[in-house]
Each structure stands twice: as structure tokens, then as C-alpha cells.
């Protein structure tokens, strides 16, 4: 069965500092990757997603993540953090043919400190 | 477009008593979904759908109903709410083709005491 693990549940960082959120997913095919972020009190919205061709994806608010086929890696970046990014984070992973159901990470809560 | 609709965004409900979600979308998306999320848990799939007629259960379904009448509204009913209901529930829609991502609502909050 697929999987998604994101390791750590809350990360800390200060403001201007790297952000890594980490995800690692199981898939006996190639999968489409999403990470989607929630803002407090509001829905989920993508981030940015991998499907084929490159390897390094740019989404919006200056994140991007790095699709590593063998590590099965999917990790989220940004160089530099702003107050403004302080939210939820979601990996998810979909293979065609399965009713469009993602399997979800269980999210990381990222904390920007002035 | 307005997106994903979700409403009521809160409501308080009584052990017992019964409500409906509503969610309508106006992308002509054909999937539409129902997650609840509770602290800590992630996002869990209460029923899905993927087309006007057709509903499924997702990995959650006790104690909810939904229908898909329209390609636009999937409504989720609770029929006799438990305590055990009280989450934060997301509709979700998607076209379904390729990576296409999902649009998610805003939430409805729902407390059951």
C-alpha cells in the first residue's frame, strides 16, 4: 500500500533561515507528488506538484522541492523564511487509476520566530 | 468562479441531532471528496465521488451519507451526531484527468456535545 511519512510534526525556524519540511513516500509506480499548505482557519491550496520531466519543481511563495526517485524523496525548501509562511504543510502522493484518492502525509506545522 | 462553497462554516449540534454539509463547486470538476481533519491526524477520506450518480466510501465512512445528484453539489449528511463527529470537515473537487490537484473549500467546523 502507498504511504506518506513527513518527519517532523512542528518545525521551527527564524525568520530568513532555511525551511526543509521533509517527505518520503512508497509507490510501486511512478507517482504524481503535491505538497499543499493551510493557512490557519482556511482550506488546503497546492503549493506545487511533480509529475514527469524535471526533477526540481518551483511552486508559488518561493518554495520548491526536489523529486528524488531514489530515495523516494519529495522535500519542500525555501532559501529564505518570512512571518508570512507560518502555516500547515501537506505531502501527498497519487497514482492514476486509483479514483484521484491522495494519500496524505500527516502534515508539518511550520513556526517562523522573529 | 467562486471555487469551492462550503457551508455552514461553524456549527454547534446536539448528540443525536442531524445535519447536511454543503458543498457545491463551479468548475465543472467530476470528483468531489469529503475530508475531515482532527488535530495531529492529517486529512481522512469520508466518501468521494467521481461523477453525477456515483458516490463511494472513502476510509471514514461510518455515521455519513452523501449524494451526487448535480455534477456541482455533493452534499454530506450526518444522521445522528456523536461526539466523535466533531472535526473540522474540507470538500474538495478536481477534474480528475492526469495531475490535475484538488481545489479545497474553507471548511465547515463542526462541534457535537
Known amino acids: 500500500a502507498q504511504s506518506v511519512t513527513q518527519l517532523g510534526s512542528h518545525v521551527s525556524v527564524s525568520e530568513g533561515a532555511l525551511v526543509l519540511l521533509r517527505c518520503n513516500y512508497s509507490?510501486?509506480?511512478?507517482?504524481?507528488l503535491f505538497w499543499y499548505v493551510q493557512y490557519p482557519n482556511q482550506g488546503l491550496q497546492l503549493l506545487l506538484k511533480?509529475?514527469?520531466?524535471a526533477t526540481l519543481v518551483k511552486g508559488i511563495n518561493g518554495f520548491e522541492a526536489e523529486f528524488k526517485k531514489s530515495e523516494t524523496s519529495f522535500h519542500l525548501t525555501k532559501p529564505s523564511a518570512h512571518m508570512s509562511d507560518a502555516a500547515e504543510y501537506f505531502c501527498?502522493?497519487?497514482?492514476?487509476?486509483?479514483?484521484?484518492?491522495?494519500?496524505w502525509g500527516l502534515g508539518t506545522s511550520l513556526a517562523v520566530n522573529p | 468562479n467562486a471555487g469551492v462553497t462550503q457551508t455552514p462554516k461553524f456549527r454547534i449540534l446536539k448528540i443525536g441531532q442531524s445535519m447536511t454539509l454543503q458543498c457545491t463547486q463551479d468548475?465543472?470538476?467530476?470528483?468531489m471528496y469529503w475530508y475531515r481533519q482532527d488535530p495531529g491526524m492529517g486529512l481522512k477520506l469520508i466518501y468521494y465521488?467521481?461523477?453525477?450518480?456515483?458516490?463511494d466510501k472513502g476510509e471514514v465512512p461510518n455515521g455519513y451519507n452523501v449524494s451526487r445528484s448535480t455534477t456541482e453539489d455533493f452534499p454530506l449528511r450526518l444522521e445522528l451526531a456523536a461526539p466523535s463527529q466533531t472535526s473540522v470537515y474540507f470538500c474538495?473537487?478536481?477534474f480528475g484527468t492526469g495531475d490535475s490537484p484538488l481545489h479545497f473549500g474553507n471548511g465547515t467546523r463542526l462541534t457535537v456535545t
Open positions: 509507490s510501486s509506480v511512478p507517482p504524481y
Open positions: 501527498a502522493v497519487i497514482n492514476a487509476g486509483n479514483n484521484r484518492k491522495l494519500i
Open positions: 474538495a473537487s478536481t
Open positions: 511533480y509529475t514527469t520531466g
Open positions: 468548475m465543472n470538476h467530476n470528483y
Open positions: 465521488s467521481v461523477g453525477a450518480g456515483i458516490t
